[in-house]
């Protein structure tokens, strides 16, 4: 029985045996070329259209509720802890040779929001000049174009954060930068033609210049990277009443003086810029050094210096003069100051581990033409100065893990210092519940932040 | 006795194929089309050495082979120039760390067609022919000929190499020929009369002409092979390199020491590389 048995099962072996290399031969067979072809022509259109995107949650933990912050955005009255996304985050990316069309959407609790739509077009006989129109990064320094999913810090610095806001505006920009065969490839030149107004509609006739040029090299031995870059941005929106502030001395006294200008005349926004990159391969690891410094003349309210778009401090009657585009006239008075600040970045890579520390400090001085209590001290000609006018340092430590090519892990904690005047026990900053400015106020906040991205 | 031997027969009969599969490596490496020949040898060797093993090599260019490394779609990266600190970087962003292992070096060989008479050059007369300062071998002292130039593309390591060590990091002439792969380079100087181009050392065969090259102005000219290679004579004398993922070192390693035993320098020697000592 036992032999009958063994003798089935052999001879369906190798019945089975035959009958592989036969089907394997009839599958050979019958490869229809024109499938294949047609696999091969679509896997050309797929690799043409590219999309990634990240989602970034966290968990933030404030020393004070309410607190006024750049951490993410102000915490709300009686809140001092909160889990958001704070980034959802969706690009697609049509890239055929020598043009390029981008789209990308911000999707958090918040709602939808447009972050990039543009085109690029590349000429095709020296492959150097390109040309990109639609909502982009404005091309100024190096923080604002470095992604948010490779940062190696929560947010970007408070100077940035203030003079531009969102990061994007619309416009058009030309860059030249020779292809990787010329010698001359390590030059980067962007400038760029742009509303001024963030991602919002135009709502004036004026349009700003932003430009940055930039170098980076590496050494022979791939050891060490270095980058340098200068920026400028020169523009303006419409004034929409008739008075300028403007920062004078007169005797020991520092305010602002009233100066008459003309509705719909443009208002003055100028920064400079310097910006530096370190990269260095050694023992322990690649460490990194970013540095930038910012100075200028910054257009703001009474309350706040961070750029303005037409639309905020209201606007131009249509029956005023040049530049009025809306029908409204709820104008806000102009308070220009001048402003400086930087930030610096040491990051190191633990030896070839997941890890990666960093330490990062950052400077915002809104108002440098004065300090301590000198800020809203009164003054018998002009008005004071305030909340608005007062510096802030921010010390940032963090630790980040990167577990896998999708997902990172980050811990980081922001030592956030104000400038104390004696002045101003009472500050309405934002929608702070930390109005005293007599010290140093309670506003750190402790941010953990999971990342994926795809 | 005779029950007892049998018993450690079988036992030592079932240990081997797992020690023979410790040895058994499964990989593929992409990248460099200067170390493909190599790889491919050792691939051969390994493979009929070791049963299970299946080792597929492709070229492409060191670009190729480290873009390759960092999206996961090869294991392990030839290349013929160092990885840069960028690329670095973004393995590191994926939460990963590369090995890099130098296997052999290579001596870079400039190549005329056997038909031009010219037999050696100096680093200055290399520059001029591939800048495009010179176009007629007439003027680097040969007839009155047309200059074909002929390169590797920008993704190649023995591009860069060329770039930054022959060149200065000059730009290549705008109406060099930019090729592919390594052996269309071979192949078109082969069969143009005013042809020149760069080529790894393994490369140079019979239809081609390697050149003699002087890096201190014309008072040595040296011959690109082994023994000057080894000696460092030779000037444009470079490393060759596999890059993987830390995490797969155990999994690579009989491979690796098999490439840098005598045995694995033997076959760099035979197949016309220069071995490391």
């Known amino acids: 029985m036992k032999t009958k048995k063994s003798t089935l099962f052999t001879a369906a072996l190798l019945a089975l045996s035959l009958a592989t290399p036969a089907l394997a031969q009839e599958n050979v067979g019958t490869v229809n070329y024109s499938d294949v072809e047609q696999l091969q022509s679509d896997n050309i259109l797929a690799k043409k259209l590219k999309i990634s995107g990240y989602i970034q949650t966290q968990f933030q933990k404030a020393d004070t509720a309410g607190i006024a912050s750049f951490a993410g955005g102000n915490f709300d009255p009686g809140i001092d802890n909160r889990i958001a996304v704070r980034r959802g985050r969706i690009k697609f990316l049509y890239d055929n040779e020598n043009a390029q069309a981008v789209m990308q959407f911000d999707i958090t609790e918040n709602g939808l929001f447009i972050k990039d739509a543009y085109l690029t077009v590349l000429e095709p006989w020296l492959n150097t000049i390109s040309l990109t129109g639609g909502v982009f990064d404005r091309p100024f320094g190096y923080e604002i174009s470095y992604s948010s999913s490779a940062r190696e810090t929560p947010e970007r610095s408070r100077i940035f954060q203030t003079l531009f806001p969102k990061e994007r505006d619309l416009g058009g920009r030309l860059t030249l930068q020779a292809p990787k065969t010329s010698s001359w490839n390590f030059l980067r030149l962007d400038l760029g033609l742009i509303d001024g107004n963030g991602t919002t509609v135009e709502t004036d006739k004026y349009k700003d210049f932003v430009g940055h040029l930039s170098a980076t090299k590496s050494s022979a031995d791939e050891k060490f990277k270095w980058g340098l870059g200068a920026s400028i941005y020169k523009g303006g929106f419409a004034y929409t009443t008739a008075n300028l502030y403007t920062m004078k001395k007169s005797g020991a006294e520092k305010g602002f003086v009233l100066e008459t200008v003309k509705k719909g005349d443009q208002s003055l926004r100028q920064y400079l810029g310097l910006d530096a990159q370190l990269s260095y391969d050694w023992a322990l690891g690649i460490t990194q050094f970013r540095g930038e410094y910012l100075m200028g003349t910054q257009p703001g309210t009474s309350s706040s210096s961070s750029s303005l778009i037409a639309a905020n401090v209201g606007s131009v009657s249509t029956a005023s003069p040049a530049g009025a585009v809306t029908t409204s006239n709820v104008g806000k008075d102009v308070y220009s100051r001048p402003f400086a600040g930087y930030y610096a970045y040491l990051i190191q890579n633990i030896l070839q581990t997941p890890l990666q520390a960093v330490v990062k400090y950052d400077v915002y001085d809104p108002n440098t033409m004065i300090s301590g209590n000198e800020i809203g001290s009164a003054v018998t000609t002009g008005v004071n100065t305030g909340a608005a006018d007062v510096k802030y340092s921010t010390l940032g430590v963090g630790l980040n893990y990167r577990w896998s090519s999708n997902v990172k892990f980050m811990a980081y904690y922001d030592f956030v210092r104000n400038e104390t005047t004696t002045n101003i026990a009472d500050a309405g900053v934002g929608t702070s519940t930390l109005k005293n400015l007599t010290k140093d106020r309670k506003d750190n906040v402790f941010t953990f932040r999971v990342q994926y991205k795809f | ?277």
């Open chain 2, 1 to 277: 006795m005779k029950k007892s031997l049998i018993a450690m027969g079988l036992v030592v009969s079932m240990m081997l194929p797992s020690v023979m599969s410790a040895q058994k490596v499964v990989c593929k490496i992409k990248g460099s089309d200067t170390c493909l020949p190599l790889s491919q040898k050792f691939a051969e060797v390994y493979g009929n050495k070791n049963a299970g093993s299946g080792i597929s090599v492709v070229g492409g260019g060191s670009g190729v082979g480290l873009a390759a490394l960092l999206s996961g779609t090869t294991d392990i990266a030839q290349s013929s120039r160092k990885m840069k600190i960028d690329e670095k970087l973004k393995i590191q962003e994926t939460g990963k760390a590369v090995k890099e292992v130098v296997i052999a070096y290579d001596a870079l060989s400039v190549i005329v067609n056997p038909s031009n008479p010219i037999n050696k050059l100096t680093r200055e007369q290399l520059e001029g022919i591939f800048t495009g300062k010179f176009s007629n071998w007439k003027q680097v002292g040969g007839q009155d000929l047309k200059i074909i130039v002929y390169s590797r593309e920008t993704s190649s390591g023995t591009y860069e190499f060329f770039k930054e060590n022959v060149l200065k990091k000059k730009n290549f002439a705008t109406n060099a020929l930019l090729m592919p792969a390594t052996g269309a380079i071979v192949q078109s100087v082969s069969q143009t009369k005013g042809a020149i181009g760069y080529v790894g050392l393994a490369y140079v065969e019979k239809d081609v002409k390697a050149l003699q090259v002087s890096f201190d102005g014309g008072k040595n000219f040296i011959t690109p092979n082994v023994e000057n290679a080894m000696s460092r004579k030779y000037p444009i004398t470079r490393p060759l390199f596999y890059y993987f993922l830390t995490s797969k070192e155990a999994a690579f390693k009989p491979l690796i020491n098999f490439i840098l035993s005598s045995e694995g320098q033997k076959i760099v020697l035979a197949e016309g590389y220069v071995p490391l000592s």
